[in-house]
């Protein structure tokens, strides 16, 4: 069973960059699509970016294209999301999860099977 595990968030100020960090542990993600995902206070939690087992084409959600970039470090069983200028709206809970065997990626959270316990991200204006 994989244990996923969510770091690098913080408070910055709009405008500045993070970089979250996922790693797995307990089982290999190689093979499986990795999606990031956030939950703002009172809000469903939504769909961010996601990657497929391959490495090949990624996925965004609209409100972070061209600012987010998701990548896959399976070497270190980890997958990143570089966010930049970030704005206060980003403001949420950002969870990892891993999708199933092969898959393409997906933005749909019931494909993904395992979660991390997220990290908050809190920007201020």
């Known amino acids: 069973q994989v244990q996923l595990v969510e770091s690098g968030g913080g408070l910055v100020q709009a405008g500045d960059s993070l970089r979250l960090s996922c790693t797995a542990s307990?089982?290999?993600?190689?093979?499986?699509?990795m999606g990031w995902f956030r939950q703002a206070p009172a809000k469903e939690r939504e769909f961010v970016a996601a990657?497929?087992?391959?490495?090949?084409?990624?996925y965004y959600a609209d409100s972070v294209k061209g600012r987010f970039t998701i990548s896959r470090d399976n070497a270190k069983n980890a997958v990143n999301l570089q966010m930049n200028s970030l704005k206060p709206v980003d403001t949420a809970v950002y969870y990892c999860?891993?999708?199933?065997?092969?898959?393409?990626?997906?933005?749909?959270?019931?494909?993904?099977?395992?979660w991390g316990q997220g990290t908050q991200v809190t920007v201020s204006s």
């Open positions: 990657i497929p087992w391959n490495g090949g084409r990624t």
């Open positions: 999860a891993r999708g199933p065997y092969r898959g393409g990626g997906s933005i749909q959270l019931a494909e993904y099977d395992y």
């Open positions: 307990g089982s290999t993600i190689t093979w499986y699509p």
